[in-house]
């Protein structure tokens, strides 16, 4: 039997999202790190859409986080990432819903404000892993992604000022709702939490994430981190990223 397939931005909290998950669950996979813009051509002869992630698994073909999270619980149950109390359950898949439709999005848009403009660290960012030669074409195309991009996501002044009062609002959610017993829903950690983390994980840098930023950071990346440290939705991320990342399952190919 060959072992599941991710596709993959190595940059993207949403991928992070499906990368957790399938940590979480220690499914061993192969992930192929794409690059923007030319991932699209790709994505739509594997799966009928442009976006990823995608995961490739026993001869099914499942697009976005969520629906990879839904098909992970199914064929691996263990660990449970889905609370067994059915009202609990309804809260997680609400608060995954909620972080995946409204939050994550602004989070992404805010960051990208800030980032976008800078051509030549754009272009490290989502290629830091590829081969030189993929790298240096990457930069080559990078103000034509930018275009599109901005035009996608509706990118200026006033949409990222948006953008960062909704990701304020993410944070200060999981900082309200993990007062209790330290998780969003009851009193261990479940797909909630994966998701809040892994959407929020832009606005800091935690160390058990494979997203690594390519240094030196460019001052506006650290003025972003900067607004956001402190904050105790942060305090929390980095707390559930330490205890709850794990180790990575990704195999060669």
């Known amino acids: 039997m060959t072992n599941p397939e991710l596709f993959q931005f190595r940059m993207s909290h949403f991928n992070e999202k499906a990368r957790w998950a399938l940590d979480y669950k220690r499914v061993s996979h192969v992930r192929h790190s794409l690059v923007p813009g030319p991932h699209k051509l790709k994505m739509l002869r594997l799966s009928g859409q442009g976006m990823v992630p995608v995961l490739r698994d026993a001869g099914q073909v ?4 969520a629906a990879i999270i839904a098909h992970l619980e199914a064929a691996h149950p263990e660990p449970a990432l889905y609370p ?4 609990e359950r309804e809260r997680a898949l609400e608060i995954q819903r909620w972080f995946d439709d409204e939050i994550g999005p ?3 848009l805010a960051l990208f404000h800030e980032l976008i ?3 030549g660290y754009f272009a490290r960012v989502f290629s830091w892993d590829q081969s030189p030669f993929v790298r240096a074409a990457f930069r080559l195309i990078v103000p034509a992604v930018r275009l599109v991009i901005k035009r996608q996501y509706r990118i200026d002044a006033g949409a990222a000022a948006r953008a960062r009062e909704r990701t304020r609002e993410g944070l200060d959610m999981v900082a309200r709702e993990s007062r209790r017993t330290g998780f969003l829903v009851g009193d261990r950690f479940s797909v909630a939490d994966l998701a809040a983390a892994a959407l929020l994980s832009l ?3 935690p ?3 494979p997203m690594k930023y390519p240094e030196p950071y460019p001052p506006a990346l650290a003025s972003w981190w ?3 440290s402190g904050h105790p939705g942060v305090e929390w991320l980095r707390a559930i990223y330490r205890s709850h990342r794990g180790q990575s399952r990704e195999i060669a190919a």
Not at 62 to 65: A, D, I, L, M, R
Not at 84 to 87: G, K, L, M, V
């Open 117 to 119: 403009d800078d051509t």
């Open 203 to 205: 606005t800091t840098n």
């Open 84 to 87: 067994s109390d059915p009202a």
């Open 207 to 209: 160390p058990e994430a």
């Open 226 to 228: 900067n607004q956001w």
């Open 62 to 65: 499942v697009s976005g986080s």
């Open 106 to 108: 602004a989070v992404r």
